[in-house]
């Protein structure tokens, strides 16, 4: 097997079927075989009966469970699983261009680079002017000049890699703290030495679920998102937080002034003010580096492995 493409999935059943069906128009490169693993992370709906339904000319399907929750969880299982020489990882929700497959490989098995990332648009339906750049990396949308991370929903790796950086971290990303899965990857992957590359001509569409631009979402994510931040401070890039509790009061404060002066929009309207998702995020931040700092460190300073 030349090519293998992960897709972690929970109780996104029609969403999932949407996906695989893009890929009958998804070019396979000439002479190569590839596969597609569909890894459910214990869905409760038809995504089973969908994945092993499924027919595609130019791709083999292979339908995993992994029960344990969390998305890492399930990328592990299908890292365990795959038989590629090059591997892949996009999300239930993604659309990819027809080329781009062969725009991602090409430079892979030509060894110009070890993991790279591609292009991200998000659905034409969802784009919003109110949509700031952190905005932006909550819900997987890079259309900009070179990203500084690997984002899941677009990226790929040859197999070599696995040898220094061997798994995800299952305590971050969907389903865990919620973020910085993908980008911790990519940090321990130039840590050890590896290229990664952009590649802008290999894009997917991101077909977000429309509750995700809800203020309540838009805020949770804002949480996820300091909580994982404070994750990687802890354990990964072993350096502190001044004062968090003092921090967090300061923010907490400011945060609630903030509303008193000028309320937000109800938790059902769409979008949420940068201000307060920053707040929010900050808060989040100091919260849970109080809770890691009491926890022995699970790697050493920017290690390729967890430890503990």
């Known amino acids: 097997m030349d090519i293998s493409i992960i897709i972690s999935t929970r ?18 490169p000439t002479g190569a075989t590839a596969e597609i693993l569909v890894v459910d992370n214990g869905s409760t709906d038809h995504t089973r009966e969908v994945t092993q339904k499924q027919k595609l000319a130019n791709f083999s399907i292979r339908y995993l469970l992994e029960e344990r929750p969390g998305k890492m969880w399930a990328q592990n299982r299908g890292l365990a699983a795959a038989q590629g020489t090059v591997i892949f990882t996009t999300d ?9 497959l062969e725009m991602m490989v090409r430079p892979l098995l030509a060894r110009d680079c070890d993991a790279a990332v591609g292009r991200i648009l998000l659905a034409d339906d969802l784009r919003r002017p109110w949509m700031t750049e952190n905005y932006r990396a909550y819900v997987a949308w890079y259309d900009g000049g070179e990203p500084l991370d690997l984002i899941g929903a677009n990226m790929g790796f040859h197999r070599r890699v696995l040898e220094r950086v061997p798994q995800f971290d299952t305590e971050i990303g969907p389903g865990a703290l919620g973020f910085y899965d993908d980008a911790l990857f990519g940090w321990q992957l130039e840590e050890a ?5 952009y590649i802008p001509e290999a894009s997917v569409v991101h077909h977000a679920d429309q509750a995700r631009l809800l203020r309540r979402n838009c805020l949770s994510d804002g949480q996820k998102f300091g909580a994982s931040q404070a994750y990687i401070l802890h354990h990964w890039r072993h350096e502190k937080l001044a004062a968090p509790r003092l921090r967090y009061g300061y923010l907490a404060l400011k945060l609630m002034l903030r509303r008193l002066v000028k309320p937000p929009p109800p938790q059902d309207a769409e979008g949420a003010p940068p201000w307060e998702a920053s707040y929010v995020a900050g808060m989040a931040k100091c919260r849970q580096f109080l809770i890691e700092r009491r926890r022995p460190r699970n790697y050493t300073k920017r290690g390729l492995r967890k430890e503990t």
């Open 193 to 197: 030495g590896f290229r990664v590359r």
């Open 11 to 28: 109780n996104r059943a029609q969403s999932l079927a949407q996906t695989l069906d893009s890929f009958n128009t998804v070019d396979v």
């Open 92 to 100: 239930d929700d993604v659309r990819p261009a027809k080329n781009w």
